[in-house]
């Protein structure tokens, strides 16, 4: 890195209070990376340009001192009048401000410190206007007619300062994103570099290579042009998550079709619910949806289709979801929607708002004892939170309908319900662990929600300190940890033994002295054992190698399945076995040591997004899946619980990427970072506002997917936290009231339809029919040997199969000239051009230009050649094959291989194989052709079990002297 750009980067850093904003502000300028080159398409100076546009936006002076301007002589007197006066008015807070002021007047100063330490005297802490100073009978009573003049000066002083902070504010965010533009810029120009010497390629780089090929390249018009061709129907799916970069490629190709000739049948079909566009942060656009259909409208005469009847869910969740999203402040948010009805009329369906947990003001417990708790004899009281209580109330429902049992109707038939038919959806995963605590504790299975959780298991951690302890046997915690864990399953007497025996401060040490003194079966000895014999084998053998060999010696599997609850076995298993896999997939298992491998573990757990998730179980057992709305979109089951419908979420737009680009625009209008709170400002705030109003919407949409994933039993329950800034469970509460069939215990019940019965199943006193396998299934079936006699005709040569000599360069000469003349005879012929290139791909550039330039003449030569005209010009009546495989059987024998060219007439064919031999000429094209008689006999073969009837020609084409040489 340049001296100039580390400057820049240290400038950045420290512009943004530290390396975690910094490094937040670049990884969201690398996600918004294809609104980036959007929006600075075409311009010399990418981050000039944004300067540029950014500066007319926030329509600031980069260059102006605001904070001299503020401290003018005028502003000056203002003060020194507002201080005389306030501190007549003799309170202790008018005279604290009173002398701050005088003391700035004092010094007379006119810098950010001084700005800084005015403040005070006419702001809150939050930076807001003073609302107690005001006018009141005290204040008339101290200052009599001055007081007008005093809280007129108030007003004046405190908007100048409110002006100049926000002028100041404008100007730091102008020169932050400065600073964001360079550092970003440079670092996609990383990211991409690395990406290409990778030779890999990222949907992003896949999507954005579209746009640009079908919007910007010299080809657009003719790559426009072969696909409108070759497009008769477009159908494009979940048009709601489209994004803007999608919209603009997927354009040229309607304008292709509107433009096209009327007679030929076309369509444009767009699927789509703006209702449930819940993807914003992969850059999704719903409001593209209705700029899709105007187009469609305009130019295509295309015809909208609502589809506002479900074929998923019964009347009672359908009518919850009318009566919560007609309320006004959800028809603010959602204002297309309109009632639904359902197919499934007669389907049973039950809602449930469960009642809202809150935090209740802690009693004084009188039998808590005043003496310190013995942590050896009692535990560490636990405190739940309202969360886990949620849970609890959520697991107790989940068992009274597993004890009914309900049943679910399903194909006009009633069946039990299982765990595998709920669901339980969270918004984020915040609290997903005390939801998984309580449904363990109540003995429900279930399959977790946690994402990146996979290192911070207790089974990876006893395997990361058995490396470690191995790597390291000086390190007494992780060879402790080990011991207790199920790979040993040492007791507290066994590491107390080991603890006393202080001959040395290194445990593994102390075992090696044990062991010699304790039997063979001892734990201790037996620990020893092993973690010596795989201390050897750990500078020897690859982690891969060495985790496989201690999974198999100490059966690793097993003895962690015996030690874990049935509900935790199946995901216990998979996380062993992935970390096995991890050793793997770390270049390919071969090369890592010990040591990078932990490394790479311990890098993994600094990451937040991309850390590690847990391994999928695979179980045939049913159980309960907790997930995120996000993930269930597209997903239904017949029971639905709603956990946590309030969250408490803090502002995460600081330090995020701000795109701006309206749906009739080609590009953004504008690209910027989001300040900190400290300086937010006036015209950044605007932009701001009408993010929070798409998120707004967005979170209506995540409410009516998470709801509309029911299909007959739908459960809502939720805990009020502080100042909630998501609250579902209100307007849900409120819209049920109404329409609520029962209320018992606070909780809300709305049902519709009759349940359906429980079934009569089948009990021991009604014998199930006997059923009668036929012996012949038993017996194993007796598959036939199969020998291998396979035959290559190109083989079958005497000599080598291009270039005659054996030569490395003959036979690539021979690899190439036939590509060569494959590619001149298709029947639209590359170019010249497209050929060389081509080659010199495949060849993967090993091949001079010179050496090309000879084979690729040599075979154009071949088609221009009048004597070869029948050969490679024939008639419009010839069907022409190159490059046929052929594959038939000759006795016992399998025959298979490639015939060059062949030309099938009415009556006759032409069969041509291509000889690249240098050394042939006219005189000696006879013994040449000898060694070849057996293979073409044999493509002859094959043609004739195609073709007996038509008359067969089989000929060698020699291209270095330009002769067909016939063998029959």
């Known amino acids: 890195m340049s001296g100039e750009h580390a400057r820049q980067l240290e400038s950045f850093v420290s512009a943004c209070d530290g390396l975690f904003n910094a490094n937040k502000s670049l990884q969201s300028f690398l996600d918004q990376r294809s609104d980036w080159w959007a929006f600075t398409e075409q311009q010399a100076d990418p981050c000039g340009y944004a300067n540029q546009v950014l500066q007319q936006q926030l329509d600031i002076d980069p260059d102006k001192d605001f904070i001299k301007e503020f401290f003018s002589d005028h502003l000056l007197e203002d003060l020194n009048q507002f201080a005389r006066l306030l501190a007549r008015h003799d309170t202790r807070t008018n005279l604290d401000h009173a002398d701050i002021i005088a003391m700035l007047l004092a010094n007379n100063t006119k810098d950010e410190a001084a700005f800084i330490q005015l403040k005070p005297a006419f702001l809150t802490s939050k930076n807001e206007a003073m609302k107690s100073r005001k006018d009141s009978q005290a204040l008339r009573k101290k200052l009599g007619d001055d007081t007008d003049t005093l809280l007129e000066l108030n007003d004046i002083i405190t908007n100048k300062i409110l002006n100049t902070m926000d002028l100041h504010n404008r100007q730091q965010t102008l020169q932050l994103n400065r600073l964001w533009f360079s550092c970003g810029q440079r670092f996609i120009e990383h990211y991409q570099r690395l990406k290409r010497e990778l030779r890999t390629l990222d949907f992003t780089d896949l999507e954005w290579s579209t746009y640009k090929l079908l919007q910007n390249s010299d080809n657009a018009q003719w790559i426009q042009y072969k696909l409108d061709q070759r497009i008769n129907h477009l159908l494009i799916d979940e048009f709601q998550d489209t994004n803007s970069t999608q919209w603009q490629l997927i354009l040229p190709l309607l304008e292709e079709m509107a433009a096209s000739e009327q007679e030929r049948p076309r369509s444009v079909f767009l699927v ?48 919850s979801v009318n009566q919560v999203f007609q309320q006004p402040e959800l028809q603010v948010l959602l204002p297309g929607f309109k009632p639904h009805e359902t197919h499934l009329n007669n389907l049973y369906g039950r809602v449930e708002v469960l009642p809202l947990w809150q935090k ?22 636990e405190e739940t939170g309202l969360h886990y209580e949620e849970g609890k109330c959520i697991a107790a429902r989940i068992q009274q309908l597993m004890a009914q049992p309900v049943m679910l109707n ?76 199920p790979i040993f399953s040492a007791t507290d007497d066994d590491l107390i033994l080991i603890a006393s025996h202080k001959t040395s401060p290194q445990w593994f040490i102390r075992m090696e002295e044990l062991s010699e003194l304790l039997p063979a079966e001892h734990t201790v000895h037996y620990a020893y054992t092993c973690l010596q ?40 298993r998979a996380n062993l076995v992935r970390f096995l896999e991890m050793a793997l997939d770390m270049d390919a298992g ?25 391994a999928p179980m695979m179980i045939a057992s049913s159980r309960v899946r907790i997930m995120t709305i996000h993930a269930a979109k597209g997903l239904e089951a017949p029971v639905v619980f709603l956990a946590d419908a309030i969250s408490s979420d803090k502002d995460q737009a600081s330090h995020q990427t701000l795109v701006e680009w309206p749906v009739e625009e080609q590009r953004p209008t504008s690209f910027q970072l989001i300040p900190s709170q400290t300086l937010r400002n006036s015209k950044s705030e605007k932009y701001l506002q009408y993010r929070r109003q798409q998120q707004e919407k967005e ?17 809502i329950s939720a805990c009020k936290g502080r100042a909630p800034n998501t609250d579902w469970y209100t307007p849900i509460r409120t819209a049920l ?93 590359f170019t010249e051009a497209g050929i060389k290139q081509l080659l010199k791909t495949e060849t993967s550039y090993l091949v001079t230009e010179t050496k090309l330039d000879q084979w690729l003449t040599e075979a154009m030569t071949l088609i221009d050649h009048p004597d070869l005209t029948d050969i490679f010009q024939p008639d419009n009546q010839t069907k022409i094959y190159n490059e046929a495989p052929v594959q038939y059987m000759l006795d016992d024998y399998l025959v ?69 040489y016939y063998l029959n």
């Open 699 to 715: 979170n209506a949409n995540l409410l009516y997917v998470a709801i509309t994933r029911a299909k007959q039993f739908l459960f």
């Open 272 to 319: 789509g619910d703006e209702k449930q566009s819940i993807y914003s942060f992969r850059r999704a656009k719903p409001e593209l949806q209705s700029q899709a259909a105007d187009w469609l409208e305009q130019h295509l005469q295309a015809q909208a289709f609502p589809l506002n009847k479900s074929w998923r869910s019964s009347n009672a969740i359908i009518h």
């Open 360 to 381: 209740e003001k802690q009693k004084k417990d009188d039998s808590i004892p005043d003496e310190l708790r013995n942590p050896l004899l009692e535990p560490r009281p």
């Open 896 to 964: 298979h291989g490639i015939i060059d060219r062949l030309l099938v007439k009415d009556d006759s064919i032409i069969l041509v194989d291509y000889k690249t031999h240098q050394q042939a000429t006219v005189d000696n094209l006879k013994d040449i052709a000898d060694s070849y008689t057996e293979q073409m006999r044999l493509y002859a073969e094959g043609v004739k079990q195609i073709w007996p009837e038509k008359k067969l020609q089989t000929a060698l084409l020699f291209t270095s002297c330009n002769h067909l």
């Open 533 to 572: 014999r795989w201390r050897q084998l750990a500078d020897r053998i690859p982690v891969h190698d060495l985790l496989d060999q201690i999974y198999c010696e100490a059966d690793i599997l097993a003895r962690y399945e015996l030690s874990s609850p049935d509900s935790l076995k199946p995901r216990m």
């Open 410 to 485: 399903e194909a006009n038939n009633a069946r039990p319900l299982s765990y595998d038919d709920i669901f339980i959806l969270v918004r984020k995963r915040n609290h997903v662990a005390d939801y998984e605590l309580a449904l363990r504790q109540a003995g429900i299975p279930f399959l977790g929600a946690n994402k990146g959780t996979f290192l911070d298991c207790l089974e990876i951690n006893d395997m990361e300190a058995l490396l470690d302890s191995l790597m390291t046997p000086f390190n007494n915690l992780s060879i402790a940890q080990v011991l207790k864990s």
């Open 590 to 614: 071969r090369y890592p040591s010990l040591m990078r491998f932990l490394e790479h573990l311990r890098h993994l757990k600094t990451l937040n997004k991309d850390a590690p998730d847990e």
């Open 737 to 829: 009231e109404s329409i609520a069939t029962s209320q018992d215990d606070d909780t809300l019940v709305y049902e519709w339809g009759t349940a359906p019965e429980v079934a009569i199943t089948q009990t021991e006193d009604t014998p199930a029919a006997l059923v009668t396998i036929d012996p012949a299934l038993k017996q194993k079936i007796k598959l036939p040997e199969l020998k291998e006699k396979i035959i290559a005709p190109s083989h079958t040569a005497k000599d080598a199969i291009y270039g005659g000599d054996g030569d490395e360069d003959a036979q690539i000469r021979g690899i190439v000239i036939h590509r060569c003349l494959d590619l001149l005879t298709r029947e639209h012929p």
